[in-house]
């Protein structure tokens, strides 16, 4: 293990003395099967299921018949799009879908959790990696949304937007994949009950807190097998929240590096190794994985790699270059904020 290595578990020990405490949900009794009544099941158009998933979850607030397409309009204008990101999903919710109901994002998610909210009528969506026997078609990211659970055969039911409604999956192959995704959840709510959702996080409701906690769970799984590249890009996304940008770019290269790597799709969806390498400066590492990733085959359809390539542009000093980028994420999706503000810092100093 090098010093660089050794230096970012170190970094975590007053992180993890912060994060420690008991959460609400530890002492709630559950029933032990639970499922919410109401959803509509919605499959998925072509690469389409954060549109579809983000509506099955908002049927649950409305007895409508729900369209995945108002969502995908303003999540994906271009249909090709391989990519919408958790806080899009957020934003589509909160900003944009006109429903009386409240999505909030947090990270590290545990089964008990989730068990928690279901039990207590909140539907959760989650991002997970996604790679069925039945399809051939490689690892991906996939959104699911959690209707229910049963202890007693151990299994979550979701609304899979591609398996089916009422999907089943045991619990420790759903947490397998989940954790490719840090174990983000997205909790829907009415603004009427967000003391309780509160009170069930206990912590978590915290956002940094949150990401203090999510981080310790990685490092004890980076401890626990130090060959596992999940773990440490974990690390990594929750240093990049935590804004410790120089220990996530050690986590995010040490994830990289070892257990074979990380599934070559992986930044279609999670952008922290950008990140934490644009603060540190490493503009030209930006530029080599951006490019790998547009020609990965499916890259370019992904507004985040252009974005991403213009700030690292930027940093070099090649602003043309950099707009010229950033008209690409924008002209792919005309709804990536990010781009827009980005391109009139640029253009107006």
């Known amino acids: 293990m090098t010093v660089k290595v050794k230096a970012i578990f170190g970094a975590l020990l007053l992180t993890s003395t912060l994060a420690a405490g008991v959460s609400a949900q530890d002492a709630v009794s559950l029933p032990t099967s639970y499922q919410l009544s109401g959803i509509q099941h919605i499959y998925q158009d072509w690469n389409n299921c954060g549109p579809a998933t983000i509506t099955m979850g908002l049927s649950y607030f409305t007895a409508d018949n729900l369209t995945q397409y108002p969502a995908a309009q303003w999540l994906k204008p271009n ?5 919408v990101s958790p806080w899009q999903m957020v934003t589509w919710v909160n900003e ?55 202890d007693g055969q151990g299994i979550l039911y979701t609304q ?107 930044l279609w969806y999670q952008f922290g190794p950008y990140e934490a390498y644009l603060e540190t400066g490493r503009f030209g590492d930006v530029i080599e994985l951006a490019q790998a990733t547009l020609n990965d085959g499916g890259g370019q359809y992904v507004e985040e790699t252009y974005y991403y390539a213009a700030l690292a542009r930027a940093g070099m000093g090649e602003t043309d270059r950099a707009i010229l980028n950033l008209d690409g994420a924008i002209s792919f999706n005309p709804n990536f904020t990010p781009a827009r503000e980005a391109r009139e810092t640029l253009v107006n100093g």
Do not use: C
Not at 112 to 118: C, E, F, G, P, S
């Open 79 to 83: 249909g090709e799009d391989k990519n």
């Open 96 to 150: 944009e879908s006109g429903m009386n109901a409240v999505a909030m994002l947090r990270q590290g998610g545990t089964l008990d959790l989730l068990r928690t909210l279901i039990a207590n009528n909140f539907p959760v969506i989650v991002e997970s990696g996604f790679d069925p026997p039945n399809d051939d078609q490689g690892w991906m990211g996939h959104y699911q949304l959690v209707s229910g659970y049963d």
């Open 160 to 266: 899979d937007s591609f398996e089916g409604p009422n999907y089943i999956y045991e619990y420790d192959y759903f947490d397998s994949f989940w954790r490719h995704f840090n174990r983000l959840y997205i909790v829907l709510y009415t603004p009427d009950r967000e003391a309780e959702l509160n009170a069930i996080l206990g912590a978590d409701a915290d956002e940094a807190t949150n990401y203090q906690n999510a981080l310790a769970a990685a490092r004890a799984e980076a401890i626990s097998n130090p060959e596992d590249p999940f773990a440490w890009f974990n690390m990594g996304t929750n240093f990049v929240g935590l804004d410790m940008f120089a220990e996530a770019a050690v986590a995010f290269d040490q994830s990289r590096a070892v257990g074979g790597g990380l599934p070559w799709r992986m």
